[in-house]
């Protein structure tokens, strides 16, 4: 409650602080008329899109002392006001950018009013004399409300997919399986351009490779015009799409040792009123991991041991199709259409050899172990947007409408023979069990957003969304018969759920600026009704719910590229229908799934303290943040029977995350780029499980350094490093672990070609350790991933599909000679 009451305070200051004070505008004597203006409209060069939070700063021509300084708006704009008639230059700068200087600017009685027009801001780089250095873009880059990664600038992520991305970047793990965590949680939304994903979380991360990345954006604390759902916020990949007219394209290939494939194109025509895009994507990676498991489980004044030598593969297999229409009927007006199809596929065979014993009577067993799990399905999903610009300057309206289906067919088989001591298989009619799942579902998306600027740099934004979600999943259990040599379905354990979930969503934004803090208010409100169904249940569980979910985003630009931003949200998570479904799901032999229909979704309060500040190319950045999860959804393992482990679902009371993450880009030499960052902070749980009281905490450590040496022009390597401490769970804790890349790239023939090679956990460090307890039993799990990968990447651009050029770090331009 402190910590909470200490953040509201910090907001409050720091709005009635800038509210309140006045600072004189730096010019002239306080006698000098103050009628002056000058506005002006910031864009970035290459995407010629308006830049948000741009830093725009006015100097004294005759002393370089400051007169005044504002950031623009969400299209760009800025409006300096009140100025004293004078001679001045200003600057304006990004981080990441080139700043540029505009001189010679001169306001007097018959040019009180000046309109520097547009300034185009371009990605900062380095320059030798003589040299041509082709433009980079900062691996990192921070913006007010989000983190930007530059995917395209990621040697290491080259042949894999978004999840390989994403474990060279701060704030982000990536656990044995493949699974993501934001700042500790797992729960987060996905987007692809800003598009719900039909599949979620790690699953859709998995499915995207990384050559068809532009960016990867990372949202911890998204406004009010964003669905509230996932703890840790949002992770929205921006895929690649030309924008040069004309023919133009790019093929990636790669390899690795392991059997891992993937390939991937798109391909791009643009002219006059139309752009044509379109590709398809297949991938097949193995992965293997092997571990030992022991078990203990307490009956009495008996103990259960069972012990398990693990080794297990993982297959993700798939491919996808996917075009695109943009039809401009006029210059205002934007008309899209996107479509996609995929497939995909998720094996996993698991072989374990088990010791099973009791103490103090013994009775040793032993057994081999062999299960195996497919999940496969098609899926797909059409979208239309139109958007129209009423002006230049950020007046417009847009509408979406988003449809997809997705297919999901589960099917494990569960073996197990009785061996020797020597793992010799002794009996050939195992006990088998196969279950079946087959799950359909859509979902259906109608939105509409306005915004429209208001006095100088003022916004109101404002928008409806409808979302519509049903999943339908039959599941059966099968116990083979040796005797007749079939499969026997046991329909008492059979079901069927139907899950109906409707949320329509209201929102309103007001952004403006006093003095030179920018502000954002939003309140966005959410209407839910939810129906389960349960084949085995007579019973519906039904939720009619109303929800308010408020945003805060405050933000100063000082002198001299120093930037402070807090901001504040409300957010939701949603129980997952597996979660909610009573009726138990065998998962294998000794370990079964049933959920809890009267799980409550988890509340979560956000809070964010940033600071950054540019020194010419690099930059260093530090963020407090502190999240408060209430009613938290916690997985709850307990002895169900003998050595069968139970697995379901609590809301716990609460959990607290409290901590800092400090990152700096550093350009340390023309050749050398560091980018280095920690993130230190507390996790706390507080609840009770099983009428158990829970109060854990640990103060957990994460750095990453990521590394580029740039050999010329077409040749650069990159070697990262990361280390992700140890940290406590509900019933247990993980140990620490490291693990370190290495990737060279070279350019040929004009740099239309790139190869890439690649080495994984060069050290073979990565490793997993986990220990679990609760009433009645004890487990302890060691997991190595598999190591020292070697990966070749190939990609060919058609036409010069990115479109490279020169860079100066920083640009002078004369207002009466250029404007």
Known sequence: MKHKLLFISSFLLLTVYYTMAQRPQGGNSGSMPQEGIITGKIIDADLNQPMEYANVVLFQKRDSSMVTGTVTNADGVFKLEN????????????????????????????????????????????????????????????????????????????GGSAIEALENTPSVNVDIEGNVSLRGSSNFTVLIDGRPSVLEGSDALQQIPANTIEQIEIITNPSAKYDPDGIAGI????????????????VNASVATGNKYSSDFLLNYRTGKINLFGGMD?????????????????????????????????????????????????????????GKYGYYKFGRDFNSNLHSYTFPESSDIYSIAKSSMKREGNYYNVTTNFIHKFSDNGHELSAMAYYSKRKSDITENMDEYISNNDWIIIDDNPSSIMTEEDGNS???????????????????????????????????????????????????????????????????????NIKKVHYQLGLRGEYTYRNIKNEQSPDAYIINRIDMFPTIHISHQFPNDHQLMASYSRRINRPRGRYLDPFP?????????????????????????????MIKSSFISVEAYYRITNDKITRIRTLHEKDVMMITFENLDKDYAL???????????????????????????EGEIINADVNKNSTNFDGR????????????????????????????????FFAANIALRKDFFNRNLTTTLKVSDIFGTMKFDYITSGEGFYSCNNFKRESQIVTLSLSYRINNYKNEKQRDKETDIDFEEDF
């Open 83 to 158: 100025l004293p008639f004078g001679m001045y230059y200003l600057k304006a700068n990004f981080i990441g950018y080139e700043k540029i200087i505009i001189k010679n600017i001169k306001i007097y009685p018959k040019q009180k009013s000046i309109n520097l027009s547009t300034i185009k801001l371009k990605q900062s780089s380095e320059n030798l004399k003589g040299v041509e250095i082709v433009a980079d873009r900062s691996l990192i880059e921070y913006k007010i409300d989000k983190k930007v990664i530059n995917v395209s600038q990621d040697i290491n992520s080259a």
């Open 235 to 250: 992770i929205n990949v921006i895929l690649k799409k030309q924008i040069k007219p004309g023919f133009n394209g790019i």
């Open 705 to 736: 350094l990521n590394t580029i040496f740039k050999f010329n022009k077409s040749a650069r390597l990159q070697i990262v490093g990361f280390y992700k401490g140890p940290s406590v769970t509900a019933q247990g804790k993980r140990e620490d």
């Open 659 to 685: 901590g800092t993450e400090i990152m700096a880009n550093l350009y340390a030499t023309k050749w050398l780029q560091i980018n280095a960052s920690i993130n230190l902070y507390n996790y706390r749980l």
């Open 442 to 512: 859509w979902d259906l998306r109608v939105k509409a957003d306005y915004s429209k600027p208001i006095r100088t740099e003022g916004r109101i934004e404002a928008g409806y969304q409808s979302r519509m979600n049903y999943k339908n999943n039959k599941y059966k259990y099968n116990e083979f018969d040796a005797g007749q040599n079939i499969w026997v379905n046991n329909k008492e354990d059979n079901n069927e759920m139907d899950f109906t979930r409707n949320i329509h969503s209201l929102y309103f934004i007001f952004s403006d």
């Open 282 to 338: 297949y991938y097949k990676r193995e992965m293997k991991v092997t571990g030992q498991w022991e078990q203990q489980t307490y009956s009495r004044d008996t103990t259960a041991y069972l012990i398990s030598d693990i080794e297990r593969m993982k297959i993700p297999d798939g491919y996808s199709f996917n075009a695109g229409l943009d039809y401009y009927p006029d210059k205002k007006s934007t008309l899209s259409f996107f």
């Open 585 to 613: 799901n065998y998962l294998n032999t000794y370990n079964i799934r049933i959920g809890n229909p009267d799980l409550q979704p988890e509340y979560i309060d956000s809070y964010e303290l940033g600071y950054q500040k």
